[in-house]
């Protein structure tokens, strides 16, 4: 069966859209090419932020609409696209990272840390890729994204491990982030584009997905805690020495609001943009008990997941021709890879449109595009948040997308094993 009929405009899209892929993955290479002409460097290290690309060719994208379909046209199709996702993990990822926040749950991680019967570096590390992951089902997954990069790169990656390790981390900090948040229905983007035409709750998410993604995040973590525990034991610093005052609860609770409040009317932007603003002016009352808000971090995750929203709009025609009319077991695994070079929310997004479907058609897709949310910085719409925080651990201050493809492989498989046989 050949591909559906398009529109000039759809296939210039489709084109686009790949040359941005392929651009994801080589990152790297500009990176490299500033070093090699530094009359240039500026340029080649604007190409070579991960958080650019898909901005870059959106706007693209949005010349190439203006030049086919005229002024009218390309700002009709902007503006028609839900800038809605971009905005909340903006504002969810600073607020996560605010040091309120982060020692709060620093503190609690202490805490559970201290009831496992092994060195407490092994035991902070297998935390922040178990448990904190699984928090993402509650505080939403860009929020736990947040966190546990900002714990694993202050205790560990800053500490010189090598770069392995660092892949490896990388990797199952992806996968495990992005099945993590299936014990609900409304944390996982990829989640919530369906939950509410196909009735979806938090019983059932639990039943069909929740317990068999606990189980592969918890045994994703306990080996690599394992298998890197020398190093781990060797470089890691589980008590980072800050030299401050304890945080004051009332401080940690008001913040908490914060974000509870945000992730509430996380549908809603006139209401948790509302709050961050109130937040921003709240932050600086009281400076004291602040660092500095990751302002352009979340700016930068936000104008990628921007570009991934307007070139992904127009790619409907062959996507949804591909997940139409296939066995379940293959839909399975072919959500899993198209995720790794779309975006799983898109992916699931674009199955809730498909009339009739059976229930091992919805468990496939959602499994699936759960599943490859590990494999690429593009596959899941927190992973640029981890990228923006962890990146300057990385030689170069950039992040090899082979290298993550690669290292989220193992756990990919673990979380293939637990969705498909348990």
């Known amino acids: 069966m050949g591909l559906p009929a398009a529109t000039l405009p759809e296939f210039l899209a489709a084109g686009i859209f790949a040359v941005a892929v392929i651009h994801t993955f080589s990152t790297r290479f500009f990176a490299h090419l500033a070093h090699l002409q530094p009359r240039h460097a500026g340029l080649w290290h604007l190409l070579g932020e991960v958080e650019v690309v898909f901005g870059f060719w959106a706007f693209v994208l949005f010349a190439a609409l203006f030049w086919l379909s005229g002024q009218d046209a390309a700002v009709s199709y902007l503006e028609g696209r839900n800038f809605t996702e971009p905005m909340f993990v903006f504002v969810v990822m600073v607020i996560a990272a605010s040091r309120p926040i982060v020692s709060t749950v620093i503190n609690a991680v202490r805490l559970l840390a201290a009831l496992i019967p092994v060195r407490k570096v092994l035991a902070v590390y297998f935390l922040c890729l178990a448990v904190v992951p699984l928090l993402g089902s509650f505080i939403t997954e860009p929020a736990a994204m947040t966190l546990a990069a900002l714990m694993l790169r202050d205790r560990y990656f800053s500490r010189g491990l090598s770069n392995r390790l660092k892949y490896a981390t990388l990797g199952m900090l992806f996968v495990n982030v992005s099945i993590g948040g299936t014990l609900t229905h409304f944390a996982a983007p990829p989640v919530l584009m369906v939950a509410a035409k196909w009735q979806w709750d938090t019983p059932f998410m639990i039943a069909h997905f929740g317990w068999k993604a606990a189980v592969a995040v918890f045994v994703n973590a306990l080996v690599l805690t394992w298998l890197f525990r020398r190093e781990l034991i060797t470089k890691g610093n589980a008590d980072e020495?800050?030299?401050?005052?304890?945080?004051?609860?009332?401080?940690?609770?008001?913040?908490?609001?914060?974000?509870?409040?945000?992730?509430?009317?996380?549908?809603?932007?006139?209401?948790?943009?509302?709050?961050?603003?109130?937040?921003?002016?709240?932050?600086?009352?009281?400076?004291?008990?602040?660092?500095?808000?990751?302002?352009?971090?979340?700016?930068?995750?936000?104008?990628?997941?921007?570009?991934?929203?307007?070139?992904?709009?127009?790619?409907?025609?062959?996507?949804?021709?591909?997940?139409?009319g296939v066995e379940p077991t293959v839909l399975y695994f072919l959500a899993t890879g198209l995720t790794a070079v779309t975006d799983n929310a898109a992916l699931t997004y674009l199955a809730s449109?498909?009339?009739?479907?059976?229930?091992?058609?919805?468990?496939?897709?959602?499994?699936?595009?759960?599943?490859?949310?590990?494999?690429?910085?593009i596959a899941n719409a927190p992973n640029p948040a981890g990228v923006a925080i962890l990146k300057s651990s990385f030689d170069d201050e950039s992040i090899s997308p082979m290298g993550l493809f690669l290292a989220a492989l193992p756990p990919t498989c673990v979380a293939i094993v637990a969705f498909q046989l348990l």
């Open 353 to 377: 449109l498909v009339e009739g479907v059976s229930p091992e058609f919805k468990y496939a897709i959602v499994a699936g595009a759960v599943t490859g949310g590990g494999l690429t910085f």
């Open 241 to 324: 020495a800050t030299g401050r005052a304890p945080m004051p609860l009332t401080m940690a609770g008001i913040h908490l609001a914060f974000l509870f409040g945000v992730v509430v009317f996380a549908h809603h932007p006139v209401v948790f943009m509302g709050l961050f603003l109130f937040f921003l002016g709240f932050t600086e009352a009281y400076k004291a008990h602040q660092d500095r808000l990751i302002l352009r971090e979340g700016l930068l995750v936000a104008f990628f997941l921007a570009g991934l929203v307007v070139l992904g709009g127009m790619q409907q025609w062959w996507l949804q021709h591909a997940l139409v």
